[in-house]
């Protein structure tokens, strides 16, 4: 997968009373920002869902490098790191005109019933390689 | 049902960037007292969903009295103002040293898969009235 | 104004365990359009807020009419019920195919301080006006 | 510090469609975790923030072992790692009867208004040393 960019305003409901940002905020940008890159790949959460698996995050390293505030535009630039036949690792970094915050995110495909780990489709897996 | 009582801290996560709770916080605070009291009535939400019914907000009127801050401690008071068939309202008040917030929540018992309205059960309705 | 539009899709974070967007969530969906439709008209909550004046919700009245689900794309139609010296009145309708929710939604002009009332000033009237 | 326990329970704000807790909500819990242990030993995040200082978080590493769901009760553990000048290293575990995330936490301590580090106040680290 090139890099995919979402984008976004920050609006009340993202900052907290020191006027930046709540921290783990920047988690659902990065999510969104997953779920639009697959979905201009052609796949939805709630199809794959349908179809009985659900990718989780299994693990995230995050940097928080400088506070978004109210009003500001961010971008959320999204790559593949690396895959394995169950997971993915991305690497995800948010900033205005400059850098926000850098992260790493493992997602792991699980059953959407017990949780376990499976393997990732093949569909799926060709079509992020094919990017 | 009496009133019942639920308390809980202002927390980073519950503020934004005007420095007060945001305003669709409060309906959080709510929902987890409304949870709280039918525990101790005996009725936890995932027993519920398991036996194939839930509880949704059908309406709620939401007066904004005045604004809580960071680390005030806050009380939400619940009261039952009426039941129908299928359906409970609920007073809340939430409130630090002075009145916050006040709601009145229309609350609908459905089915979980078809989220069409159903009875609210009998002994449910039997443990709430005998409050 | 006249009728202002604002789209999302609805990601997990939106959603809860019943499988719908979670109730309070739609009052974050609501407070985006707001902003955004004065940003169209050329005021930004930030520059607002600088200048010593917040936008705050005094009341709201909510109506639920359908549950919206993950991967729904939901549109927030916004338009000015009335206006007072201090506040404004907006209608806001929530749907997808289907209509989802709808809401009054009651704003008050505060003091950034203290949070008491305070006249909209006429640029901002003035530009809501005439739309 | 010695090991700190914050308990709640899981409430529907807390999950999403994929019936378990939203990834970025964890962050909640280790932050109520963190702000409750600082008041234990006599420190509101209010009372800091009007001192000029707040303690925001540099970075943050999560592993995600196990989904809790709806009305779990969790615990948080949390204990310092290590201090410097201007910063602490959390270790924050969150169990139900088994282990559900685990995380390390960098909190550094910042200026109110410029987001710039400086020392933690002596007496802070004192307290927190003297745990």
Redesign the interface.
């Known amino acids: 997968m090139a890099t995919f960019t979402y984008s976004t305003?920050i609006?009340?409901?993202d900052?907290?009373?020191?006027?930046?940002v709540?921290?783990?905020?920047y988690?659902?940008f990065m999510?969104?920002a997953r779920?639009?890159a697959m979905?201009q790949l052609g796949f939805?959460?709630?199809?794959l869902?349908n179809e009985g698996f659900?990718f989780?995050?299994?693990?995230?390293?995050?940097?928080?490098l400088?506070?978004a505030?109210?009003?500001d535009r961010i971008t959320v630039n999204t790559t593949i790191k690396s895959m394995s036949a169950t997971s993915i690792i991305f690497m995800q970094n948010i900033s205005t005109t400059k850098d926000i915050v850098s992260g790493e995110i493992k997602v792991v495909c699980v059953d959407?019933e017990s949780?376990k780990p499976r393997k990732i489709p093949t569909h799926i897996k060709e079509a992020l390689q094919c990017q």
């Open positions: 305003r609006y009340y409901e900052t907290d009373a020191a006027g930046v709540y921290y783990a905020n988690l659902k999510e969104r779920t639009e979905h939805s959460q709630l199809k869902a659900v989780v995050v299994s693990s995230c390293q995050i940097k928080y400088a506070p505030k109210l009003d959407a949780f």
